[in-house]
């Protein structure tokens, strides 16, 4: 082989590994920013994975809003329909936070498969609705609908 064809080869076999190493950080990059949405139903069956920052979202239950007097810490529950799951926060609550409102919660499920959010987000309006709670809400009317027995003859 040429000396010209040895550094051709080499510097074309350094760039691919170049590559590779800049694709692969970057794929680990967004790997770790990802928030994957997970419903109360799916939270329950143990679906969401413990200590991942994920999203969860649904309608807040009426009564279930538990206030600190002396902090800022607030426990709630939030349904889909179907199943409830508690998040727990610390700090001020949107304004539009409301019992009965779809909500998002940004945070990681502790032991007890509480969500300890760090971020609430509220809807916009009386029409606005999140589009992954519309979704999860969607699907479980439809899984509701379709287990129901059968109306007697």
Do not use: C, W
């Given at each position: 082989?040429?000396?010209?064809?040895?550094?051709?080869?080499?510097?074309?076999?350094?760039?691919?590994?170049g590559?590779?190493?800049?694709?692969?950080?970057a794929?680990?990059?967004?790997?770790?920013?990802?928030?994957?949405?997970?419903?109360?139903?799916?939270?329950?069956?143990?679906?969401?994975?413990?200590?991942?920052?994920?999203?969860?979202?649904?309608?807040?239950?009426?009564?279930?809003?538990?206030?600190?007097?002396?902090?800022?810490?607030?426990?709630?529950?939030?349904?889909?329909?179907?199943?409830?799951?508690?998040?727990?926060?610390?700090?001020?609550?949107?304004?539009?936070?409301?019992?009965?409102?779809g909500?998002?919660?940004?945070?990681?499920?502790?032991?007890?498969?509480?969500?300890?959010?760090?971020?609430?987000?509220?809807?916009?309006?009386?029409?606005?609705?999140?589009?992954?709670?519309?979704?999860?809400?969607?699907?479980?009317?439809?899984?509701?609908?379709?287990?129901?027995?059968?109306?007697?003859?």
């Open positions: 082989m040429h000396p010209q064809r040895k550094k051709r080869l080499a510097l074309i076999l350094l760039l691919l590994a590559v590779g190493i800049a694709v692969a950080l794929l680990s990059a967004l790997q770790q920013n990802i928030n994957l949405f997970y419903t109360p139903s799916e939270i329950a069956a143990g679906h969401a994975p413990e200590q991942a920052r994920i999203r969860a979202g649904g309608m807040v239950v009426a009564g279930s809003v538990e206030r600190s007097r002396e902090t800022l810490d607030v426990r709630f529950a939030v349904t889909d329909g179907n199943e409830q799951v508690i998040i727990a926060y610390s700090g001020i609550l949107p304004d539009l936070f409301r019992e009965g409102q909500i998002v919660a940004l945070g990681r499920l502790n032991e007890e498969r509480v969500l300890v959010a760090d971020e609430v987000l509220a809807k916009h309006d009386e029409e606005y609705m999140p589009p992954e709670v519309a979704q999860a809400l969607e699907k479980v009317k439809h899984v509701k609908v379709e287990n129901a027995p059968a109306a007697p003859n």
